[in-house]
């Protein structure tokens, strides 16, 4: 269908309330749409259903009416959580019905030019860092989409002298069909979420439909150290600025000199910029950037450079970069106790994303990891185990399997928590058992290398009860 011209009268179905769900069923019906909202939830499960309803929306919770989707529905929007398998999308599918999430609709009725920005890891401070680096320099930006705040929410009161900083997911990006930023970037790709695409193909193509629609006057931001970036470039039509923390690029953002890949040195760094004229541009020494970590580092560069795309002047940059402290759940410090040092890395929830943590530090480490098994061997851990963990403390799901990749890699500490009836307090034992086996000059890492389901509503909820443990020590 036509957006948002058309959305007039039409018939549209919002399937899922969550944040996303209620702001875009909200922005459909401001459009004259009429909006019927389905969530599976029991409709006591459902406190926004009755906001909604008293604005004219019509709600229906506890299941999916065999009748909810027919012919006369002109779009679905589903929450970018729900699988495509469940019935009203196929059915929708079936009938030739648009599918998609709040993110296509944002894009149709937002004023302002969109930088999108996805990965497997470092979205959010990238995204973060982003819109810091706008503000700096006077910008305007609106941070929105998968950070927080619901994009239809933030596009609805974007004006053209605004910037669009939106973080966007595998699963968001899925749901687009004609959605086109301003600026896309591609941080990095890791197999995470296969549950939900069934494979890397499907994940893969789902990241790359941020480029789908892009062309002249269309920035694309890229890893060019990492091989799944590197493989869409003939794909993409808009002109390409990539970043780099290994290599001198002939335009674009670089470490110089470059990190020698999985090779520790002391050698002095800076962040650069180089134009398409080979003028190079300092902007900050590495040692100055605020937060830890080689991949930090790489989170930095993509900043500067989606930052540069946007129209920022690379050479007043150096602010944001050093005074940033990182987001919450990421690598976050918590506390010092006794000369151990405790840090905060919920978010890590695949194996590469706990790799890169723990390769953050040269202290000794004391990892708390395990989560929901999703079928990951977490053979991938094996050489970082050996090379940085003293000991392991493992729960949820997945304990076994990676106690068994850290007995492999030579470590004698293992501890495997049991499962108690109270997930927190299993994490609360999980915390104990890291500090008991903790000296003078370590580091406590909670970094799961696993999603948060099978114990938690989510890795805030698990990061948070993680810092909480820490302090009742």
């Known amino acids: 269908m036509k957006h948002p011209e058309s959305y007039r009268d039409q018939e549209v179905i919002v399937l899922g309330l969550a944040k996303s769900g209620v702001q875009v069923a909200k922005v459909l019906h401001s459009y004259g749409a009429v909006v019927t909202v389905n969530d ?25 009416p065999d009748n909810l989707v027919h012919p006369g529905i002109s779009l679905l929007v589903k929450n970018p959580g729900i699988p495509y398998r469940v019935q009203p999308i196929q059915k929708a599918l079936e009938l030739g019905i648009e599918v998609v999430t709040e993110v296509e609709v944002a894009y149709h009725i937002c004023n302002a030019p969109i930088i999108g920005i996805t990965g497997s890891n470092g979205k959010t401070t990238t995204t973060t860092w982003v819109g810091q680096m706008l503000e ?40 687009t069909e004609k959605f086109r930023p301003r600026v896309g970037c591609l941080l990095n790709l890791a197999e995470t979420h296969l549950d939900y695409h069934g494979g890397m193909e499907d994940y893969v193509s789902s990241k790359a439909k941020m ?49 020698i890949p999985d090779v520790e040195d002391s050698l002095s760094r800076k962040i650069v910029y180089r134009d398409e004229h ?37 050479d007043r940059l150096s602010g944001p970069l050093s005074s940033f402290r990182g987001v919450e759940h ?23 994303a706990t790799t890169m943590a723990l390769t953050s530090f040269h202290e000794p480490i ?65 915390v104990k058992e890291a500090a008991a086996a903790a000296e003078p000059g370590d580091i406590v890492l909670l970094s799961p290398a696993c999603a948060s389901w099978d114990m938690f509503t989510s890795y805030e909820e698990r990061g948070r009860i993680f810092k909480e443990a820490v302090h009742n020590l």
């Open 40 to 64: 599976q939830k029991d409709r006591d499960q459902c406190p926004e259903a009755g906001e909604l309803e008293s604005l004219g929306i019509s709600v229906i919770c506890g299941g999916h």
């Open 136 to 175: 700096e320099v006077g910008m305007r930006p609106i941070v929105a989409g998968n950070i927080g705040t619901p994009l239809c929410e933030a596009a609805q009161n974007a004006d053209s002298g605004n910037w669009m900083v939106t973080e966007l997911s595998s699963f968001q990006l899925k749901g």
């Open 211 to 259: 480029f789908a629609n892009m062309g002249e006057g269309d920035t694309a931001v890229l890893n060019w150290d990492d091989s799944y970036c590197r493989e869409l470039v003939p794909y993409i039509k808009a002109k390409l600025l990539p970043f780099s923390t290994n290599e001198e690029l002939v335009e674009g953002v670089y470490v110089s000199p470059p990190f």
């Open 278 to 314: 080979g003028q190079i541009t300092d902007i900050i020494p590495v040692e100055e950037v605020g937060i830890p970590g080689r991949f930090n580092i790489a989170n930095a560069a993509a900043a500067c450079a989606i930052s540069i795309a946007a129209g920022a002047p690379a």
């Open 330 to 352: 990421r690598l976050e410090y918590v506390m010092n106790l006794q000369g151990v040092a405790f840090y905060n890395n919920s978010k890590a929830t695949n194996s590469k």
């Open 366 to 430: 004391v990892l708390i990891a395990g989560g929901l098994d999703r079928g990951s061997d977490y053979m991938e851990l094996m050489s970082v185990l050996s090379e940085r963990v003293k000991a392991i403390v493992v729960l949820g799901q997945s304990a076994q399997k990676i106690a068994k990749v850290a007995e492999m890699a030579g470590l004698k500490h293992i501890v495997v928590v049991d499962n108690e009836e109270d997930a927190a307090n299993t994490l609360r034992s999980a």
